[in-house]
């Protein structure tokens, strides 16, 4: 308890940060740590590699960012941040050029779907340091646009995110390459044992943050869970959005899915973008970058947005399909919830997704609470299909109209 009395009381003073980027910080308004950077600022500073494990929007990027810029302001060596989405590499450089840029330290950004020529122009500049994505990375190692040997300081963002996607050859391509003398951060919500063996072989001795519980979702979310029959998704769906008048994220499991609902959503007169991997990357930003400025309400998305987006008052997140893999559920109502405020989670389930839904319970280890809908009751469903589900299930209460 005591400890946990000193950490609410902390501030950003007596972490080990340097004068200059404590006035930065000061500018930013930052006045008080999130529990991620209380605790790894200070093991990072120090040099030390960290294997750090929290919630996502919990603050990780500037519980590496700051000790990694202080580092680079300091002494020679370059820095490079493995990311695996798009969006998530413009949105940590974004994050980051708030420190770098008075510090005198330029950045690239490296991704696929944006101009080759652009990025070779940025990495002409030397930057001090580079933010990519692990395929478009290999591709500029392949023409030897740089060289591996000037960093200092690795950064495996939501890695595990990016060993579901298959980057696990890349990441170890990068590993192998980088100097033995280095300091590696690895932030992740969840530590898969693809992790643990990236720990074990290519870190030095690290020092394990882990402010939750492998799987735990944030606690400020409220979240529901709908038995529906499939062809009754769009019902509920129209219903909820009528509810609901914040913005909303909307998770779909397949690209043609999150097209397709786009266009029914859009049908029923809201102002809605759409983002997955058919999408070129301007579209995908004038997607996120409409959504965060209030233009679309809604955005329909596939398991892409689930780490990439950080909009810190998202008022609901739907899955209207349960994604594949259960530990996206996490990242997924983690979109909502963040920065201390409330959020709520709904979630669409048919008859058939018993596993499903069991499989997502096992890795928070707590119950989806079953609701039911006051204008779809009569659909005569819930009676029979709750029950399959589980006892101690609560019920819908009727909100009012905001």
Request: hydrophobic content about 40%; charged content about 25%.
């Amino acid at each position: 308890m005591k400890n946990e009395e000193q950490q609410n009381n902390a501030n950003f003073y007596g972490l080990g940060i340097a004068p200059k980027i404590m006035e930065l910080i000061n500018r930013m308004q930052f006045k008080t740590p999130t529990p991620i950077q209380f605790k790894a600022i200070p093991i990072a500073i120090e040099g030390k590699d960290i294997v750090g494990v929290a919630q996502t929007g919990t603050g990780k990027t500037m519980a590496f960012g700051i000790p990694m810029i202080q580092r680079l302001a300091q002494g020679p060596g370059r820095a490079m941040i493995l990311v695996p989405t798009r969006e998530l590499a413009l949105q940590v450089d974004e994050a980051l050029q708030k420190l770098a840029r008075p510090m005198g330290l330029k950045s690239a950004v490296l991704i696929g779907g944006a101009s080759m020529s652009n990025q070779l122009r940025m990495l002409r500049h030397n930057p001090m340091i580079i933010i990519a994505t692990p395929g478009r990375l290999i591709d500029h190692l392949r023409q030897r646009t740089f060289r591996l040997n000037e960093f200092k300081i690795l950064v495996l963002d939501e890695a595990d995110r990016m060993l579901d996607m298959g980057f696990m050859p890349q990441i170890e391509q990068v590993l192998k390459n980088l100097p033995k003398d280095r300091q590696t951060m690895l932030f992740s919500a969840t530590i898969p044992e693809k992790i643990v063996r990236i720990a074990t072989q290519y870190m030095k001795l690290p020092v394990s943050v882990e402010i939750a519980r492998s799987g735990t979702a944030a606690k400020n979310v409220t979240q529901e869970l709908f038995i529906i029959s499939k062809e009754d998704k769009i019902q509920l769906l129209e219903k909820l959005l009528h509810q609901y008048r914040g913005t909303v994220l909307l998770f779909m499991r397949t690209k043609r899915g999150a097209a397709r609902i786009t266009r029914r959503i859009r049908e029923m007169g809201h102002n809605v973008a759409e983002i997955h991997s058919d999408r070129s990357l301007r579209q995908r930003r004038d997607a996120l970058d409409g959504f965060k400025t209030g233009k679309f309400r809604i955005l329909a998305a596939t398991d892409i947005a689930a780490r990439g987006i950080d909009v810190k008052e998202i008022e609901l997140v739907i899955n209207f399909d349960l994604p594949d893999d259960a530990e996206n559920y996490v990242h997924r109502i983690g979109r909502t919830g963040r920065a201390s405020h409330e959020g709520r989670a709904i979630s669409f389930a048919t008859p058939d997704q018993k596993g499903d839904v069991r499989s997502i319970e096992r890795v928070m280890q707590k119950a989806l609470p079953i609701v039911k809908h006051p204008e779809i009751n009569e659909l005569g469903f819930y009676a029979t299909q709750a029950r399959s589900f589980g006892p101690k299930r609560s019920r819908f209460r009727r909100r009012k109209r905001r």
